[in-house]
């Protein structure tokens, strides 16, 4: 069945930039998601990308794409104390639900 | 919109008892979807409804635990009865399909089963 890898925890220092990194098995999937849970929330969708694109750019966050290695990637820029969150990477077919990794915690040091 | 909706928002009972969870999707949505988080698991897709009807409820871990969706803007899961190991976060989420896959999570419910 889909599997959805990502590392665990990551810890970055303040003003610097985080890579979050994920790896999905579906080669069908046609969206790749990122999404963010603060402590206490439910899950906030944070972006998304098409699976015909390599790269999406929105603010402070890019998201690469690499289809051939099944990778995708969120990079946070000027990473700030309120980016502390686990990070769900997440990927979809055309008929079937989500299927969501176990979650990145970044944490974030002043 | 108020984006999804459920309540309680916490929940302490004690084993035995019978819990009620509630959520109210995104009007128009038309999927509907319960997970539950714990640490050790992670997020677990528990089932999930379209129009209203089930198509997935093989996340359900054991016979104790039911969901219904008796209409489009509502969806109950009960567990009954209750035990310790049931004691997670529980999230309800929808979507609308026709415009891709994306989930929209309620705030969850924090059930304690002592």
């Known amino acids: 069945g889909e599997d959805v890898e990502q590392s665990l925890f990551l810890s970055v220092r303040e003003g610097d930039s985080s890579v979050i990194n994920c790896t999905y098995t579906?080669?069908?999937?046609?969206?790749l998601y990122w999404y963010k849970q603060e402590p206490g929330a439910g899950l906030q969708l944070l972006t998304y990308?098409?699976?015909?694109?390599d790269m999406k750019q929105d603010q402070r966050l890019t998201v690469l794409l690499n289809k051939k290695d099944k990778h995708l990637s969120l990079r946070i820029a000027d990473t700030q104390t309120g980016d502390s969150a686990i990070y769900f990477c997440?990927?979809?077919?055309?008929?079937?639900?989500?299927?969501f990794g176990k979650g990145t915690r970044l944490s974030v040091i002043a | 919109d108020a984006g999804v909706i459920q309540s309680p928002r916490h929940e302490v009972t004690e084993m035995g008892q019978e819990v009620t969870l509630r959520c109210k999707p995104i009007?128009?949505?038309?999927?509907l979807f319960w997970y539950r988080q714990t640490m050790m698991r992670g997020l677990e897709l528990l089932i999930y409804?379209?129009?209203?009807?089930?198509?997935?409820d093989s996340g359900m871990p054991e016979d104790r635990f039911s969901a219904k969706m008796p209409n489009a803007s509502f969806s109950t899961l009960k567990i009954q009865p209750s035990e310790p190991r049931d004691s997670a976060v529980y999230f309800c989420?929808?979507?609308?399909?026709?415009?891709?896959?994306?989930?929209?999570f309620g705030p969850g419910t924090r059930l304690l089963v002592l």
């Open positions: 989420a929808s979507s609308f399909a026709a415009s891709g896959w994306t989930q929209y």
């Open positions: 997440a990927e979809g077919g055309r008929n079937t639900p989500l299927v």
């Open positions: 009007s128009g949505h038309d999927y």
């Open positions: 990308i098409f699976s015909n694109m």
């Open positions: 409804f379209n129009n209203n009807v089930p198509i997935d």
């Open positions: 579906d080669s069908s999937s046609t969206y």
